[in-house]
């Protein structure tokens, strides 16, 4: 007896064990493991076997905003791309036929400045090469990048049809974009005007507010009085001061706007030093609240208010121009404006209506006025395509306001002489402000006013007055849902206040404005044979047919007379391309559906993409191209700062990927708030993938735990309570996690899963769950229960996540299903039996764990304290005061939960000296030690080791364990 209980304590009953067993590795491998899923992907025509699985289901459509084909993927870029894959993906998995078609912006200035780099760096002159030529350079140039940057997108783990995506150069899409403009031109919605508009002097065309970036810039800034010729006699003598940040402009100045909600007063000039620039006995009109401001700036030293002056009376005066003896010798009126404020300068703007919106409204406005008074309202063009000052501005034509470098020119400091040559300059200086510059060139652009094509706002349409673009899109967005709903306010504010759609571009690459005007009467030409021939045309060979020798005779004749006709060459404005895309690819593919579900792009896209699409598609078919707009915020460094190469601080996608792996960049993009600006960088990444570590390890255990597991599930009514509280806990998430994938609140959905997996399962449940796992009997209804609900959880979890994470989850779940053509991205979401739900037991355990909670402090200090190896070795005393917390371990085993060898609970009070929580104020734990023998095969202490005869060295579980692992095996 004694040899052979020497014998059985020696043995090693490891290989008795239902241990976990897997080839899933702990060390994910991403970035050599993630090309081989990508391979296998289009091996499998991934995509293609989607759509077959979805074929006659729900469409759901997430339609592409295009990037621009010039250049690498930038983070900004990965940020975009995986929540729209996320989104795809998970409609996927919900049940819907969720086709995702990638798609490039091609036409454009982006791609034509590059080419035109290659051009200068060769020295060659850009208009010197046929513009079919340059054209087809441009269009070779975004082919190439189409290509790079699809490769990266699906290297980022993006599925949709990147074997034909969309792009606005196919020959189609050119047809369909000069077919919608054409719909504009029909209706009357297309106009030629001139208008004050964004000119880039470097890029030499005209760029839209969405091509536009604001920095800081250096500007003169002037005084400058206008005599008063003719009003009230009590203003007689006097001038009136403007004050301007553009000197450049006072020749095209025609104006001066005043605001009848502010107080004037006219001032005269007591003292000031002798060499001053305004002299004593001066009178001036100024806003009472800048008077004294102003006569700093000038450097009097002294000064009476002599009168008010009423808005009555400034409409009525008419000044003459500082410059009058140059040759500006029109009359300048006084006009209310509601733009003109109190809060910098004099009280009076200087209104130039070809430089600026607010000075062309009120000139306008005011325009049958200003002619009632004998005034020309004939607008100058005093600024050329090059900067330069035209013959409109006499005496200073010549001068440069930009050079071609985007450098400051003479123009001012010509100005600023004349001024004062003039006798009219009062103050100078400079200040430091925003101004606007082009987002390609970086360099700060001009208001000039140019014969250009537009869109009108508030023209009335086919329904009466009321039915107009503007609101028509402003039903649009009340009709349209925003996530989040910022949005809203801020697309609709855009609308309410922007002016007519400038739509015509002086370039060369794009879509032409593919329109005939009659040269006797301006009219635009409506031929429907006309535009069927031009249409016809683009679809077969492309948009270089407008630009092909002969093609005003090609597409007039025979029914009109080319020489009585204007072609305009002018390009649409890109923004106009990438607008019209729903036309050409939700409603031109068979496989899509219009409106869209969802528009998805950066907050930027507010004056862009989400406003061009908005405008295009009321102004042709009367609604939103979409149902809800989602925004995401741009990217920035660990410290909240814009990335800039200059600072060092960008973080590449395509580093991150080779690091650490594309899940990770995911898993860092649906981790945020990407409502708002997203930080990234080296501690934000190792943050990332250590959670990622803990998540694949939680995945890797149930792999190797469902290595045993023979597929015969336990009915729910025999799980113990501890199994059907995980299912209850998985009906609660299939509910967040719908929710959250149908609110596009990833961040919840990666919060709830991270801590189901992390607290709920590795902390809590398979903590107690290994040993029956490991150790109890094959038969063990406990067992075979927990192998039940955990498979259950991998079902649930790798669906789950397989949007997030979508290389992981395939790698997890072929390893459980093995398979030459599965994926997991084939499935949908499980259902979850409304059954699993038990509140009440879910409530029970709650107060289960606040007690387990506090047992398992005090074990953790014993184990500081070296008083005990592993929890297996104690047998805490656990007071519990509270009755509800006590009536909850109803057939709760106390030992089993805490993971202790006993465990009793009591419910006395405890003494002084017992452990507690603050936030668990009715329960102590006085720790002890086991009592008894330690198992061989589960290493509890237990006094019942060695009452089986057979197994002197096990407990009586491990015992029956033992003679069932026997019996299997010798039956094998």
């Avoid at 809060?343 to 006025?369: C, L, Q, R, S, Y």
């Avoid at 040269?519 to 006309?530: I, P, Q």
């Avoid at 007379?561 to 068979?590: C, M, N, Q």
């Amino acid at each position: 007896m004694t040899d052979t209980k020497s014998e059985s304590t020696a043995r090693d009953y490891s290989d008795t064990l239902f241990l976990p067993e897997t080839d899933f590795p702990m060390r994910a491998g991403l970035p050599q493991r993630e090309p081989e899923f990508i391979a296998r992907w289009k091996r499998l025509d991934l995509y293609r076997r989607q759509r077959e699985a979805s074929s006659g289901k729900p469409k759901f459509v997430l339609h592409d905003g295009p990037p621009y084909a010039n250049g690498n993927l930038h983070i900004g870029h990965a940020l975009n791309k995986i929540l729209k894959d996320v989104i795809s993906r998970s409609r996927q998995m919900e049940g819907f036929d969720s086709n995702y078609v990638p798609g490039w912006d091609c036409h454009g200035l982006p791609i034509e400045w590059k080419i035109e780099e290659k051009y200068r760096a060769a020295g060659k002159n850009k208009d010197e090469v046929p513009v079919v030529e340059f054209r087809k350079e441009c269009r070779q140039f975004a082919e190439h990048w189409v290509g790079v940057q699809g490769e990266e997108f699906q290297r980022l783990g993006v599925v949709g049809d990147f074997t034909n995506p969309y792009t606005t150069m196919a020959f189609k899409a050119e047809a369909v974009i000069a077919g919608e403009l054409m719909k504009f031109a029909v209706s009357d919605q297309l106009y030629r005007g001139s208008k004050p508009v964004m000119w880039s002097v470097v890029e030499k065309t005209a760029l839209a507010e969405a091509e536009i970036e604001y920095h800081d810039h250096q500007s003169d800034t002037i005084h400058v009085k206008f005599p008063v010729t003719a009003g009230p006699a009590e203003l007689a003598g006097a001038a009136v001061v403007i004050w301007t940040t553009t000197p450049w402009t006072i020749p095209g100045n025609r104006a001066i706007a005043f605001s009848p909600r502010i107080s004037y007063g006219l001032y005269e000039v007591t003292d000031a030093p002798e060499d001053n620039w305004v002299k004593a006995g001066e009178k001036l009109v100024l806003a009472d609240a800048l008077a004294e401001a102003v006569f700093k700036a000038a450097r009097v030293t002294a000064f009476e208010r002599r009168a008010d002056v009423s808005a009555e009376a400034l409409g009525a005066v008419t000044a003459a121009h500082p410059l009058a003896g140059l040759g500006y010798g029109f009359a300048v009126p006084l006009l209310a404006g509601d733009h003109v404020t109190d809060d910098a300068g004099t009280g009076f703007v200087h209104t130039a209506p070809g430089h600026g919106t607010d000075d062309f409204e009120v000139w306008m406005a005011n325009k049958a006025a200003i002619e009632a008074r004998g005034i020309e309202s004939r607008i100058p063009y005093t600024v050329d395509a090059d900067g330069f000052l035209t013959k409109e501005a006499p005496g200073l034509s010549g001068k440069r306001v930009l050079t071609d470098k985007g450098e400051k020119g003479d123009a001012n400091d010509a100005v600023i002489a004349a001024l004062r040559e003039a006798g009219a300059l009062m103050a100078r200086g400079r200040i430091k402000h925003q101004y606007p510059h082009s987002w390609r060139s970086k360099k700060p652009v001009i208001f000039r006013n140019t014969p250009q094509w537009f869109i009108a706002m508030d023209k009335p349409l086919e329904n009466g007055p009321t039915d107009t673009l503007r609101a028509r899109a402003l039903a649009a967005i009340a009709a349209t849902r925003f996530v989040p709903e910022a949005g809203h306010n801020r697309l609709r504010g855009m609308i309410e206040a922007r002016p007519d759609w400038v739509v015509s571009r002086q370039r060369a690459w794009g879509v032409p404005i593919a329109v005939f005007v009659e040269k006797e009467t301006g009219t635009v030409l409506k031929d429907a044979a006309v535009n069927a021939r031009i249409l016809a045309a683009f679809e077969a060979e492309g948009a270089d047919a407008w630009f092909e020798a002969g093609a005003a005779a090609r597409f007039l004749a025979p029914e009109h007379d080319p020489a009585k006709f204007e072609k305009v060459d002018d390009i649409l404005d890109v923004w106009f391309d990438s607008g019209s895309t729903h036309a050409f690819v939700l409603e031109g593919r068979g496989d899509l559906k219009w409106p869209a579900d969802v528009y998805l792009e950066g907050s930027d896209q507010h004056r862009g993409w989400f406003h061009s699409s908005l405008l295009e598609s009321c102004g042709t078919r009367g609604r939103a191209p979409y149902d809800t707009v989602v925004t995401h915020g741009f990217t920035m460094d660990e410290d909240g700062r814009k990335m800039s190469k200059s600072l060092g601080n960008t973080v590449a996608p395509q580093d991150v990927i080779k690091q650490y792996g594309a899940d990770i960049l995911r898993l860092w993009v649906v981790s945020a708030d990407y409502s708002e600006d997203s930080r990234i960088g080296p501690e934000i990444l190792k943050t990332t993938a250590d959670t990622y570590r803990k998540l694949r390890n939680t995945m890797r255990w149930m792999l190797g735990t469902l290595a045993h597991y023979d597929g015969t599930e336990v009915p729910e009514s025999e799980m113990p309570e501890l199994e059907r509280l995980i299912l209850h806990r998985l009906h609660e998430l299939d509910g967040i996690v719908r929710e959250g994938y149908a609110a596009f609140d990833f961040k919840r959905i990666v919060s709830q899963l991270t801590s189901f997996m992390i607290v709920d399962l590795s902390a809590f449940y398979f903590d107690i769950r290994k040993d029956a796992l490991y150790c109890d009997p094959w038969s063990s209804v406990r067992r075979r229960a927990a192998l039940s609900v955990v498979d259950k959880v991998f079902s649930c979890l790798t669906a789950w996540l397989a949007p997030l994470l979508p290389f992981t989850i395939e790698e997890s779940w072929l390893s459980r299903h093995p398979s030459e053509d599965g994926s997991v991205h084939l499935r949908q979401f499980p259902a979850v039996p409304a059954s699993w739900r038990d509140d009440a037991l879910a409530e029970k355990w709650r107060k289960v764990r606040l007690v387990r909670k506090v047992v398992t402090g005090a074990l953790e200090i014993e184990r500081r304290e070296k008083r005990i190896g592993s929890s297996l070795e104690a047998h805490p005393v656990v007071h519990v005061t509270d009755p509800a917390l006590a009536a909850a371990f109803e057939g709760v085993d106390l030992a089993e939960i805490a993971i202790t060898s006993g465990a009793t609970l009591v419910t006395s009070e405890a003494p002084a000296e017992a452990f507690r929580l603050d936030d668990v104020a009715a329960v102590a734990v006085v720790p002890g030690r086991a009592e008894g023998t330690k198992c061989a095969r589960s290493w509890k202490i237990l006094p019942e080791v060695g009452s089986d005869p057979d197994y002197p060295d096990l407990s009586p579980r491990d015992a029956a364990a033992m003679r069932e692992f026997e019996a299997r095996r010798k039956a094998a």
